[in-house]
C-alpha cells in the first residue's frame, strides 16, 4: 500500500463512523487516493460525487482529517481531467483500484449491559436486548423498545451494538436515530433529482447485520423515509438481519407512520420501559456517582431519587450539578442542606435548568452582541466566535440535542454547519488558552445563572 492510500485508509475510518453507510459507500468510497502534493492529499472522484461531497460533506470530511492525525494539511478533491496535473503518467495504474470496506461504528463507551441498572421497570427490555445481543437475527426479529424520554432507551441499544461487536467483531452492525437517516436520505437524494440515488442508497443497509434506528416516531409525516425505511426493513428481514427500533411511544401511538410500517415495528417483540422504582433510582445513582467520582452521602443520593421520578436523564443532572457545586465549594456533598442549596435553583425554578436559549443568551451577553444576530442570517465578522462558540457550547451542554435541531435554532441552519462550528471551536479551544478560557468563562454562567 501507498503511502497516501495507507492515509486516506485511516481517514476512511474515522469518516465511516460521521456519516451513515448509506453515504459512506455511495460518496466516500468513490474516492480514490491518488497523490500527495504540497502537503495535501489528493483524491480522484466523478463530477457528481466530488459536488456532493463538497457541498454536504466537507464537514464530516474534514473532521476526519483532523480526528485521523494523519500529518497532512488538508485533502483536495480532483476530477480525472485534472490528474495529469498531480501525477505523472506511468504511475497511474487503473489496474489495482483501491476498495476499501465498509467500517463499524464505534459506540458508546460507557453504555453497556454491565452499567445498566436492572430492575422490575426494564426487566423485561433489557432481558430481551441481551437476548438479541447474543442471537442478533434469530427469533426475536425485530425488537420494538419503547418508553418515556430518559428511561434507557439509548443506553440499551449502544449496549446491544457493544456487546455484539464484542462477541463477534466482523459483523456490520449499525445505529442511527431516525433524525439521522432522514437527513441522511435527503442529503443523498437532494439537487440531484435522482431515484436512482435514492434506490442506492436503500440498498446500502441491505449489507448490513443489524440496523438500530433510534426514536422511530420521528418519522411522522416524513413520507419519503417512512418509504425507505419499509424496503430497508424487508430486505433485513427477509434475510434474518437484526433490526432495533426505540419509540418514545407505543406503536399503537405512532399515528402519522404508514400501517404497513407500524405493523412490522409490532410483528416480533416489543418491550416497555417503565420509570423506575424508587429503589432501582438508587442503584441508578450510585452507580451513577461512582462512575462520576462525585463524593454524595446515600442520604443525598435517597433525597434525589425522591426528586425526580419519572427521567434518568434529568435525575443524573441533578446528581451531577451535586457534584459541581459540591467541587466549586471544595467539599463533598454529604449533607441536604447543602444539596437543597445545589439544587435551589434548579428544583424551584424550571427556568434554572441549561437550555439553549440560556446558552446562546449567556454567550451572546458575553460577547455583546446581539442574541437575535447569532440566530440570524448576518454573516458579519463580529457574529463569527460568537456563533460558533453558541454553538459549541451547546452541543458540550446539551449533547442530547440533535445536531439538526440546533441548526434550526441558529436560524435555519443546517447540521453541517453546527458540525463545522463546533470542530473549529474545538479545534481553537485546543490551540489557543484565549479561547480556551472564554469558553470556560461562558460555561461557568451558564452554570451560575
Ligand atoms: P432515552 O434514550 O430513553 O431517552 P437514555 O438511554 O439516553 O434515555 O438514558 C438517559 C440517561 O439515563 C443515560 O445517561 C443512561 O445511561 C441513564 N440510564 C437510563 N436507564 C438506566 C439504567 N437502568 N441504569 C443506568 N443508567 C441508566
Ligand atoms: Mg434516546
Redesign the pocket.
Known amino acids: 500500500m501507498k503511502d497516501y492510500e495507507k492515509i486516506w485508509s485511516n481517514i476512511l475510518d474515522r469518516i465511516a463512523v460521521l456519516v451513515s453507510p448509506a453515504c459512506y459507500e455511495i460518496f466516500f468510497i468513490k474516492l480514490k487516493p491518488v497523490a500527495l502534493r504540497d502537503g495535501k492529499l489528493i483524491l480522484m472522484a466523478e463530477h457528481s460525487v466530488k459536488n456532493a461531497i463538497m457541498k454536504n460533506f466537507s464537514a464530516p470530511l474534514n473532521m476526519a482529517v483532523r480526528e485521523s492525525m494523519e500529518q497532512i494539511e488538508g485533502v483536495s478533491i480532483i476530477v480525472k481531467d485534472q490528474l495529469s496535473d498531480y501525477v505523472e503518467d506511468e504511475v497511474i495504474d487503473n489496474k489495482k483500484e483501491f476498495v476499501p470496506s465498509i467500517k463499524k461504528i464505534i459506540f458508546q463507551k460507557n453504555?453497556t449491559f454491565d452499567?445498566?441498572?436492572i430492575g422490575d421497570s426494564?426487566k423485561y427490555a433489557a432481558a430481551a436486548a441481551k437476548a438479541v445481543a447474543e442471537a442478533p437475527g434469530t427469533n426475536l426479529n425485530p425488537l420494538f423498545i419503547y418508553?418515556m424520554?430518559?428511561?434507557?432507551?439509548?443506553?440499551i441499544l449502544h449496549a446491544i451494538g457493544n456487546e455484539i461487536l464484542r462477541n463477534n467483531h466482523d459483523l456490520r452492525v449499525y445505529y442511527t436515530t431516525a433524525e439521522n437517516f432522514t437527513n441522511d436520505l435527503i442529503y443523498s437524494i437532494r439537487n440531484s433529482n435522482n431515484t436512482e440515488l435514492a434506490r442506492q442508497f436503500r440498498e446500502k443497509y441491505r449489507n448490513l447485520d443489524v440496523l438500530m434506528i433510534d426514536d422511530v416516531q420521528f418519522l411522522a409525516n416524513k413520507t419519503s423515509s417512512q418509504e425507505s425505511l419499509f424496503h430497508v426493513f424487508n430486505d433485513l428481514y427477509t434475510s434474518e438481519k437484526q433490526i432495533i427500533l426505540s419509540s418514545d411511544r407505543p406503536v399503537k401511538e405512532l399515528t402519522y407512520i404508514e400501517d404497513r410500517l407500524t405493523s412490522r415495528f409490532a410483528s416480533g417483540v416489543v418491550a416497555d420501559i417503565q420509570p423506575p422504582s424508587f429503589e432501582t433510582r438508587v442503584a441508578?445513582l450510585q452507580?451513577k456517582a461512582f462512575h462520576y467520582k462525585i463524593d454524595v452521602s446515600q442520604e443525598v443520593i435517597e433525597f434525589i431519587a425522591e426528586k425526580e421520578k419519572y427521567n434518568?436523564?434529568l435525575m443524573?443532572g441533578m446528581l451531577k450539578t451535586v457534584g459541581y457545586f459540591a467541587s466549586l465549594n471544595n467539599r463533598p456533598a454529604y449533607n441536604i442542606d447543602f444539596v437543597m442549596e445545589a439544587l435551589r435553583d434548579s428544583s424551584n425554578n424550571q427556568s434554572n435548568e441549561i437550555n439553549i436559549n440560556k446558552i446562546v443568551e449567556v454567550t451572546c451577553n458575553y460577547f455583546n452582541v446581539k442574541f437575535d444576530d447569532v440566530c440570524g442570517k448576518k454573516k458579519t465578522k463580529e457574529l463569527v466566535e460568537p456563533r460558533q462558540m453558541a454553538m459549541y457550547l451547546v452541543t458540550v451542554l446539551l449533547p442530547e440535542i440533535p445536531l439538526a435541531t440546533i441548526g434550526q435554532f441558529f436560524g435555519g441552519r443546517d447540521h453541517t454547519t453546527v458540525i463545522h462550528a463546533r470542530d473549529k471551536l474545538q479545534q481553537k479551544i485546543a490551540e489557543n488558552n484565549a479561547y480556551k478560557k472564554r469558553a470556560e468563562d461562558i460555561k461557568n454562567l451558564v452554570y451560575n445563572k
Open positions: 453504555y452499567n445498566f441498572v426494564n418508553g424520554p430518559g428511561l434507557g432507551k439509548t443506553h441508578i452507580k434518568i436523564r443524573e
